[in-house]
């Protein structure tokens, strides 16, 4: 049977210093601290399932920082994994940076520094996407193939291409204030990426379109 723990059980005053304890209690101990003004909630539901631990855990808006101290504190070998169901989770461990969105899963050990940001919607989360623009649509085509191998298509008649394509950065520079950059020459490509994260580091989006060969 699961064990569940609820913050509406408890004084406002004391709810984020519990969901502390109960985070570091259940899981392995981290560094939290609330990211809203907002009344906090959360809720954390777990079961034992042999060598694992599975939980539910749903959450206000708040950052868990698993650091070196608190690795000292407790050096759990352990890996977790993930799954995102509702909101949004930005990860970030050695270097490496993800955004989770609903159906998203992630990895992560539990032995190195890592730091976690769960945020609702209407929470700033800047990403980075990346376009891999072939200037076309393929899909239709090879589907049309797929049921009349000796039809039009087979002799060229089917048009795939987007040509000249919509500039989806600018669109979405247009929409919602991302850096916008495209990529053409391959030569290019490290040091737009690297801008484009500093760009996502610094609290805006970034939307990068990278040119492959044309369907």
């Not at 984020?16 to 609330?34: D, G, K």
């Not at 759990?76 to 909101?87: Q, S």
């Not at 990860?91 to 989770?100: D, I, P, T, V």
């Not at 800047?126 to 376009?131: E, Q």
């Given at each position: 049977?699961?064990?569940?723990?609820?913050?509406?059980?408890?004084t406002?005053?004391?709810?984020?210093?519990?969901?502390r304890?109960w985070?570091?209690?259940?899981?392995v101990?981290?560094?939290?601290?609330?990211?809203?003004?907002e009344?906090?909630?959360g809720?954390?539901?777990?079961?034992e399932?042999?060598?694992?631990?599975v939980?539910?855990v749903a959450?206000?808006?708040?950052?868990a920082?698993?650091?070196?101290?608190?690795?000292?504190l407790?050096d759990?070998?352990?890996?977790?994994?993930?799954?995102l169901t509702?909101g949004?989770?930005?990860l970030s461990q050695e270097g490496r940076?993800?955004?989770?969105?609903?159906?998203d899963?992630?990895?992560?050990?539990c032995?190195?520094?890592?730091?976690?940001?769960?945020?609702?919607?209407?929470?700033?989360?800047?990403?980075?996407?990346?376009?891999?623009d072939?200037?076309?649509w393929?899909?239709?085509s090879?589907?049309?193939?797929?049921v009349?191998?000796?039809g039009?298509l087979?002799?060229?008649?089917f048009?795939a291409?987007f040509?000249?394509?919509?500039?989806?950065?600018e669109?979405?520079a247009?929409a919602?204030?991302?850096?916008?950059?495209?990529?053409t020459?391959?030569?290019?490509l490290?040091?737009?990426?690297?801008?484009?994260?500093a760009?996502v580091?610094?609290?805006r989006?970034?939307?990068?379109?990278?040119h492959?060969a044309?369907?």
């Amino acid at each position: 049977m699961a064990e569940v723990l609820r913050t509406d059980d408890v004084t406002q005053a004391d709810r984020f210093a519990q969901w502390r304890h109960w985070i570091s209690a259940t899981f392995v101990p981290p560094e939290c601290a609330p990211v809203s003004r907002e009344p906090f909630r959360g809720e954390v539901a777990h079961w034992e399932l042999g060598g694992l631990l599975v939980s539910r855990v749903a959450a206000r808006p708040h950052l868990a920082s698993r650091t070196r101290r608190m690795i000292a504190l407790r050096d759990a070998g352990y890996y977790k994994v993930g799954l995102l169901t509702r909101g949004s989770c930005r990860l970030s461990q050695e270097g490496r940076e993800a955004l989770l969105r609903p159906g998203d899963l992630a990895i992560y050990d539990c032995r190195r520094p890592y730091t976690m940001m769960w945020m609702a919607r209407r929470y700033q989360a800047p990403s980075l996407t990346v376009i891999l623009d072939n200037q076309g649509w393929k899909a239709p085509s090879l589907s049309t193939l797929a049921v009349h191998p000796a039809g039009e298509l087979a002799a060229g008649g089917f048009a795939a291409s987007f040509q000249p394509e919509a500039d989806l950065p600018e669109v979405a520079a247009a929409a919602g204030g991302a850096y916008a950059r495209t990529v053409t020459a391959a030569a290019r490509l490290p040091e737009a990426l690297g801008e484009a994260l500093a760009r996502v580091r610094g609290g805006r989006s970034a939307v990068v379109s990278v040119h492959i060969a044309p369907v």
